[in-house]
């Protein structure tokens, strides 16, 4: 595949060994308490500063990015990235054996007004798209309405989901030359994954992982971008001229 070869000779040093990682024993449940004291005064417990921490828990960081240290030294993992791949390979899978996604009913149904092209492009996608958990008929000249999202989503502006879904399948097929299932699984993968929260609870970021590790190539994005580096412990070394 083009896009390992291209990635292959930039992350030879930052890359881990996937079956190494894969074989961490992530124990998400046990979390000490680690503070780091004052050096003004020490004997006020109100002027130390500390975080919840453990060889195996997870810290998120700016809202996106996780740290979690391995044997090896520090796992840098991109959250929203790690999604996406976790998304494509789930509907790719879910595509690929022709089942149907499960659907969540919307609370109040929502239009969507479309221009003519749009509106062809959607209704000759109709199977893929319901193959994904999404539920809409035709509501009017050039319009539809959505009656239920994949319930597997968070809940969003159901809307708002559909329109960014069929704007990237539009970016994909001039960039790209996808057939229509591969292209589908890409678009609600990547923009999914970009509308996720990404909460700052250990044992949360902790199954995120666990669940990209678990993916058939959890090195990478569809589209090739890398979901995490690894800083060894002589690195992070270097960073201290040690």
Known sequence: VQWEQLYESALTESRPN??????????????????????????????????????????????????????????????????????????????????????????????????????????DLKEEIESLGFEFDSFGKNAIVINGIPADLPSTNEKELFESLIEQFKINSEKLSLDKKENMVRSIAKRSAGKTIIKNNSIELGILIDRLFACDQPNYTPDGTPTFVMLGLDKIADFFNR
């Open 18 to 123: 996937i079956d190494e990682l894969r074989k961490e024993e992530f124990d998400t449940n046990r979390v000490n308490q680690m503070t780091f004291e004052s050096r003004v005064n020490q004997d006020d417990p109100q002027e130390q500063s500390g975080f919840n921490t453990h060889k195996n828990s997870a810290l998120l960081i700016h809202g996106q990015y996780i740290i979690r240290q391995v044997k090896s030294g520090m796992l840098v993992l991109d959250a929203i990235l790690a999604y996406e791949r976790i998304l494509y390979e789930k509907y790719g899978a879910r595509l690929k054996e022709h089942k149907t996604g499960a659907s969540q009913r919307c609370l109040f149904p929502q239009s969507v007004e479309l221009n003519p092209g749009d509106y062809s492009l959607v209704l």
